[in-house]
């Protein structure tokens, strides 16, 4: 019974283990994640082995006569397990764990790219070296092999940082930049995470990273620094107008730059984003037209007002337009 019970944890372990390898530390694509899933093995195995100890210490206990240990063993025991060995194995960890906190070093040709936690959204903004910075939002794009700096901010409360599989997480505090430095080294696409509880869909402020390879990268970048077209549907152009939606979403070509324009996410390349409303729905039509009509029902708190007014095809001739803007 003991023997069925032991091979069903270890097996929901490993199971558990291989599931997710879109969003989990220990399916690391940079160098950082890396190091923490180290770590995180090394640290396993001690406790392993310090449980183990303990239970076949609390089995001799409970095994040996009445009175086989006097006081001073009593003691004895409690100064050694309880004092000696956790100051050394703790020491131990400390020293092997030093170097691994050491920052990136920066070199000034790596890219840096700011990012302000909003309620409940990503800003982005690229800011090549020599290039004029290029705004966009809920997605990231890096290239591998190359450091890359994350200038870390907040515009209304206290976000966290968190891509589980590129490296640790990272305050965005209010008039504060903070910075991490990381470098991805597995092209692919991952998923990050807000780390700290920012309101109500603190659980629903997710976002895409893509890894890419450094031409294909330089590329994409090179695009996305370009003004917007003319969109996938002249009517949701019309009544992208007509509805005020450039006074809070920008989009590069289009919109006129106002005091207002930078509110909502910037839309100049929305139709090239793989997900709707920060990491939480696919990109379809119809869920970019459901998302205007009632942002509410998807992200509780959400500070875009809902549009109920739109009929079904106006909300989808948006919808289109929105996506054809790549
Ligand atoms: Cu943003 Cu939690």
Known sequence: MRGTSIATFAGTGFLLAGCNTHQSTLAP??????????????????????AGGVALLMRHAVRAPEGAIDHRGGMRIILWLGGVIPTIVLFGLLVYSLPYMKPRPVSPVDLSIAVDGEQFWWRVAYRPTGGAPVASANEIRI??????????????????????????KMDMIPGRTNTLVVRAEKPGRYRGQCAEFCGLSHALMAFDVIAMPPAAFDAWLANEARPAGTGGDATGARLFAANGCGGCHSVAG????????????DLTHFGARRTLAAGILPMTPANVAGFIRHPEKTKPGVRMPSFPQLSDEEAMALARYLQGLS
């Not at 396993?44 to 082995?49: D, E």
């Not at 290239?143 to 891509?163: E, M, Q």
């Not at 289009?254 to 996410?265: D, L, Y």
């Open 29 to 50: 694509f940079g160098a950082d994640a890396a190091d923490i899933r180290h770590l995180f093995i090394i640290m396993l195995i001690g406790a392993v082995v310090i």
């Open 143 to 168: 290239p591998t092999g190359r450091t890359v700096a994350f200038r870390l901010s907040a515009g209304d409360v206290v976000h966290s940082f968190w891509i589980p599989g590129l490296a640790g």
């Open 254 to 265: 289009v919109t006129a730059p106002s005091r207002t324009s930078g509110i909502g996410p």
